[in-house]
């Protein structure tokens, strides 16, 4: 497909068990986002990668949430030991980097997201 | 850090009334200016963006927004909005200058028209 995809599209878990979230981005984009999506809260930005590293991972919460990228392409967002507050819509955004003189332009494009709810 | 501020967090229209979003962003260096809109169901999608030139920006299905650097502003319009308007929209700062490629997002305002 041309977008960004993620799976799965919901996720209902009991408190305590682990998830992982997966995105898949556009072919070809470097950079990748995570963000958290609460009610009346907008977009919380948890971690970005730029190809297979994370430059920027100040937004995880806790140490109970981590993310890793392989090939540059597929990331995987995991949260161990879920708890309530961690009910949200989890979206991913992908862009590529383009370069004017000295000013770096990127335009996210954003998945469908994720609707995790911890019961 | 930067901020982002979207002052109406839900707006009640009639169609064919005009529109006009608040945002207001905190830092004052180069600034790339973004609004973002989700309708009912589907994902954030890009509404319009502003990197340098012109400061009136158009953008798709009619909205445009006004980068007025001395206000801090990036505020959204439309002159006549539609029922299919109703979604969530959300306004998005980055200062490429510190280097850094991630966006601040502002809370977002729920607008619904009525028909």
């Known amino acids: 497909g041309a977008g960004v995809s993620q799976s799965p599209s919901n996720k209902v878990t009991e408190k305590g068990k682990d998830v992982e979230l997966r995105c898949d981005p556009i072919?070809?984009?470097?950079?990748l986002y995570w963000y958290r999506q609460s009610l009346g809260q907008g977009l919380e930005f948890l971690i970005y990668?730029?190809?297979?590293?994370?430059?920027?991972k100040s937004g995880l919460p806790s140490d109970r949430f981590s993310a890793e990228r392989t090939g540059g392409s597929v990331s995987t967002l995991t949260i161990q030991r879920t708890q309530q507050e961690d009910s949200a819509v989890y979206l991913c955004?992908?862009?590529?980097?383009?370069?004017?003189?000295?000013?770096?332009?990127?335009?996210?494009?954003f998945g469908p997201g994720t609707r995790l709810t911890v019961l | 850090a930067q901020s982002v501020s979207q002052h109406n967090h839900h707006v009640i229209l009639s169609e064919a009334a005009s529109l006009e979003l608040g945002c207001n962003y905190s830092y004052g260096g180069t600034v790339n200016l973004f609004w973002y809109v989700q309708y009912p169901g589907q994902h954030l999608q890009l509404l319009l963006k502003y990197f340098s030139g012109d400061p009136l920006v158009k953008g798709i299905k009619g909205f445009e927004a006004e980068f007025i650097k001395s206000k801090f502003s990036f505020n959204l319009r439309k002159p006549s909005v539609q029922w299919s308007d109703t979604a969530e929209y959300f306004c998005?700062?980055?200062?490429?200058?510190?280097?850094?490629?991630?966006?601040?997002f502002g809370r977002g305002t729920s607008l619904i028209v009525h028909p």
């Open positions: 998005a700062v980055k200062h490429p200058s510190g280097g850094s490629y991630i966006p601040t």
């Open positions: 072919s070809g984009h470097t950079a």
């Open positions: 955004a992908s862009s590529s980097l383009i370069r004017t003189s000295g000013s770096p332009r990127n335009e996210q494009f």
């Open positions: 990668f730029q190809g297979n590293s994370a430059p920027d």
